[in-house]
């Protein structure tokens, strides 16, 4: 008796230690603090402003936060396997305009249109890739010289003018919703959860984090590193396509500036979610909870009748706070795991 | 082997486009390349035909795509008359150290006017001075400066608000909650416009702006910071906004589509003519105001050139401005509810949904500026 | 082994290759240009590349020690900003003088804070940088939320028309600039820099302050930023809170050209000027080529391209050959 009560005492403790490390492994993870911070502004919001919970307010933020959520994949997906992507937004601006150009110049059907755009969008990513991979050169400067030329074609083609005739049917994509659900929002989550999956169970996600992680360590257990480094900027420049286009069909014409914005938006939300700067690591919860954190302060910096302007400032002190907090978690917890810090 | 071979590819490919790109240069100009050969056939009388540079920064907008063609297409006619040679066109996106750049490349070649749209204040004045040192004569359109000796043509972006600024406060009866959506901070008519609006509000104590935010001149940023507004607010009782931004404004009303919709300023462009009758077939009692902000004064400056480089004086008299420098252009057409079908109909009719509503003065109409 | 003579040359002279481009640059522009030579002509192109040349300095060192300055345009925007509210159109000299200490001051003190974030708490320099530079951007704007102000014309005319001997004075810059670094260079810090951008582990181990090395590159890259900044200011004579942003990425495309690798540890100081210059150069070109409006853009991002791409591709022949 008195053995299997000390029995249960032990397992009674053990389970106890067990919920705390399970809580404290939680809040380690770098994207529940992301959630934690989305689920007080949302309280925050809601609480002070009563037209903050209207079907409206609702419906924009979860959009905007479904355009972000793209344009995060676009640099995450870049990010994971060791890399970055300057020239997604003139990726997006390109596709945009292509886009436009098919359908308003020329008046193809959607179906064409959109096509054609995704295909831009991939052979910029596959053009941005394959000079990585062939030239060994660093992807900044590859990406760098690609957004040079990107915005000279947007420019060229376009010549400055917008496309607005888009016919009514694309813009359903953008505008409509399902039950309540914008389209945009179900297409992004549903991309979310492929991306999570593919992350964690199939090999080819394993072997773009592995790429990213280490490179040379993968390339000897067998990984084509140069594949996964192509196959991560074609896919950048799909999801940089797909959010000009949804940007597209949100907005009802097709205007040559878009994404020129997207580069802060895209590190802020890759990274806030955390998607570690050094490589191998993805979260897609991460990426969601971080879209919508920063479409939330978005929103609430024009309640507060802040300037645009300093918008960007507000993005580049969450930025640095996130990486700052990711550094110091980083070395916590190698103090905690190892006696001795590894050579970054 | 691979390898050497995609370098060489890479050089290729890039030599290629580079050489496409120069190569689609007279392609793109063949419009006013095909009318140059003209005056060799039938010479001017004078001899000597001038040359005029124009110097654009920024050319991601409709505004400016307009204006740029407008000027060669009203060139061409100096030019069959032999008068004008072809326009020197400096047009990039680019930053006041490249205006700079563009400038002195300008007075370099030799212009014997230039017609510069600025973007800044007073980051041009030295180089501007130097142009006319040598002579030049330096004509601002669009924007005005205050340096002496530049000539400015362009409408008077004070008075141009406050005709859309008065209409909605009126409209409103005095009273309400409204928003303001604006271009450029700092932009110098951004500046002139915002005063405007504000001496304008002045006589009307009982309207309360809630916001002001920035939607830089841009449909898309437009709409998206209507959308933001409409959301934050929703007892809107009005807003008035600008050039470029109305048509995204109005997209979002009417993608957000509340049960009262906030009276609404436009803007001079077929786009939003097109939403304006669009909103009519829905709601017949629909009214709103569009002003036209004309691309137009650019070409009319040109003309404005060639007579002063013809040796013609100015009347002073007739000029406006800080500096008494300023030939003030009036406003070509204002949309309301009595003209729209007019306008929408016929000036609208076989243009582009991109066009904005312009008026180009005629060489005629541009001698009311010049002694006899 | 002529492929490693090439190797050797371009390996001791990082600059070779913008050298060669220079002079081509040079050429083309002097044959569309014919007066380009005269010291008047010269002085006018040269005090419009002279900010982004002294910006693509500073660059050029940080990257020399691994690591990269985003924040670079930002800088210059700051410094702007202080001396047109500061100094006002109608100021006087001393003020300007003063003025001109304390942006030098906030240059360095922005260069500042960026190194401790990247040397001491070794956050990812590529980040923090673009981070901050957005921060710098509020600041700038914040001090100056409309265009205004400006600098009197008694000091923008010494900038823009000082000629001494034939040369313009941005030569003179130059000159000290190439002379400073001469020195800096032999010094026992010029070899820390070059050996903690290469492998800063290995240099930590032979007893290379490696932090310290990393801090002070940003410290000398956000001087180098408010020198351009000033240089700036005299030039357009005016203030504008976002004058500096195009000057980012044209400092790196600016040291890339120059043979300044990204991976660190390699490089000088002659590269990036002359980087900077080719990068004006390719502008005039365009102009005086009558390149189509709407294609300006694009041609100019061709050339910058393949400047840029030239000598991976020489390496890559070159490699096969080997």
Known sequence: MTNSRADSDMQRRGALNGVSTRMLNIFRRSDASVVLAVVILFALFSLSNPSFLTPFNLFNISRTAALFVFIALGQAIVIVAGGMNLSLGAIGGLTVVVAGWCMDTMGWSPWISVSLALLTGVLCGMFNGSIIVKSGLNSFVVTLASLFIFTGLIQGISQGFPYSNIPREFTVLGRGDFMGMPYLLLLALIVLAIMGYVFKFRVVGRCLLATGGNLEAARLSGIRTDHMIFLSHTLSGLFAATAGLLWVSRMGSAQPSTGSDWLIISFAVAIIGGTALNGGAFSATGILASALLLTLIRNGLIMLNVNVYFEQTFLGIIVLLAVSIESIRLALSNRALRPSPPAS | MTRRHFALFTLVLMTAALIAACGGAPATTAPTAAPASQPATTPAPEGKKFTIGISNPFISSEYRTQMIQSLIEINKEYMERGITNELVIESADTDVAGQILQLQNLINKGVDAILVNPSDVNGLNDTLQEAINKG???????????????????????????????????????????????????????????????????????IKVLGRETGRWDQATGQQVMSNFLASFPNLDGYWTQDGMAIGAMQAVMAANPSKWPVLVGEGRCQFLQLWDQRLKEDPNFETIAVANPPGVSPTGLRIAVNMLLGKQVDKSKLGGANGLSFVIPIPVIVTKDNFQEVFTTVCKDKPATYLLDGIMTDEEVQQFFLK | MKQSRWQQATYRHPYLFALLLLVAAFIANALLQP????????????????????????????????????????????????????????????????????????????????????????????????????????????????????????????????????????????????????????????????????????????????????????????????????????????????????????????????????????????????????????????????????????????????????????????????
């Open chain 3, 35 to 322: 007066n380009l030579l005269e010291p008047t002509t010269l002085n006018r192109n040269m005090r419009v590349f002279l900010p982004l040349i002294l910006v693509a300095v500073g660059q050029a060192i940080v990257m020399i020690g691994g690591g990269i300055d985003i924040s670079v345009g930002s800088i210059v925007s700051v410094v702007n900003a202080i001396l047109a509210t500061q100094i006002g159109l109608s100021g006087d000299l001393s003020t300007a003088g003063v003025m001109m200490g304390v942006a030098l001051l906030v240059g360095m003190g922005a260069g500042a804070l960026n190194g401790l974030f990247i040397a001491y708490l070794r956050l990812q320099p590529i980040i923090t940088t673009f981070a901050t530079s957005f921060i710098y951007a509020g600041l700038a704007l914040f001090i100056l939320p409309n265009p205004g102000g400006g600098a009197p014309s008694r000091l923008t005319a010494f900038y823009r028309e000082t000629i001494i001997l034939w040369l313009p004075l941005a030569f003179y810059v130059i000159a000290l600039i190439l002379l400073i670094w001469a020195v800096v260079r032999r010094t026992r810090y010029g070899r820390y820099l070059y050996a903690v951008g290469g492998k800063a582990d290995a240099a930590y181990e032979t007893g290379v302050p490696v932090r310290a090395v990393q801090f002070s590159t940003y410290v000398i890259s956000g001087l180098m930023a408010a020198l351009g900044g000033i240089a700036m200011t005299l030039l357009t004579g005016s203030g504008n809170a976002q004058v500096g942003d195009p000057l980012t990425l044209s400092s790196i495309t600016a040291a890339v050209i120059g043979g300044t690798p990204l991976s660190g540890g390699a490089g000088g100081v002659a590269g990036p000027i002359m980087g900077a210059i080719i990068l004006g150069l390719i502008r005039n070109i365009i102009s005086f080529a009558n390149v189509a409006t709407w294609w300006q853009t694009f041609v100019n991002a061709a050339i910058i391209v393949l400047a840029l791409a030239m000598p991976g591709i020489i390496n890559l022949v070159r490699r096969r050959t080997r």
């Open chain 2, 136 to 206: 030049i004569i330096v004509i601002s359109v669009d924007q005005e400066l205050n340096t002496p000796g530049v000539y400015n043509v362009g409408i008077d972006q004070k008075e141009w608000a406050k005709i859309s600024a008065r209409w909605l406060a009126e409209k409103l009866g005095g009273q309400g909650n409204i928003v303001l959506i604006e271009g450029f901070p700092g932009h110098p008519a951004n500046i002139a416009r915002m005063e405007g609006v504000e001496e304008v509000l002045k006589e009307y104590p009982n």
